[in-house]
């Protein structure tokens, strides 16, 4: 079992960047595969982008949603239990709240394949 905690949301502007952190305790983080999704008001919550666990190898996806749009870039310390998501030239429909997911095993980019989940970080992009 993990818990995540989420941390660096805020308020920026449009064109700024923006690193999310994810702190994870418990046992095995290398075997869990981590992802973000993000749910504005409205609506659905989304997929943003998931990274593998390093013990068959580091894999990523991003969402085409994302990937198209803007740079961004997943990544992950396992030395240090911890998983980020830096995104650059943000834009006001980016403005939803963040939220960390954690799954043993490989990649999926399902959110109901997701059991544990934080508590999200706001981010709000002003034009």
């Known amino acids: 079992q993990v818990q995540v905690v989420e941390s660096g949301g805020g308020l920026v502007q449009a064109g700024d960047s923006l690193r999310l952190s994810c702190a994870a305790s418990g046992r095995a983080f290398d075997h869990y595969t981590m992802a973000w999704f993000r749910q504005a008001p409205g609506k659905e919550r989304e997929f943003v982008a998931a990274?593998?666990?390093?013990?068959?190898?580091?894999?990523?996806?991003?969402a085409d949603s994302v990937k198209d749009r803007f740079a961004i870039s997943i990544s992950r310390d396992n030395d240090k239990d911890m998983m980020y998501l830096q995104m650059s030239s943000l834009q006001p429909e980016d403005t939803a709240i963040y939220y960390c997911?954690?799954?043993?095993?490989?990649?999926?980019?399902?959110?109901?394949?997701?059991?544990?989940w934080g508590q999200g970080t706001q981010v709000t992009v002003s034009s």
């Open positions: 990274i593998s666990g390093s013990w068959r190898g580091v894999t990523t996806d991003y």
């Open positions: 997911a954690a799954k043993p095993g490989d990649l999926w980019i399902g959110a109901g394949s997701y059991p544990y």
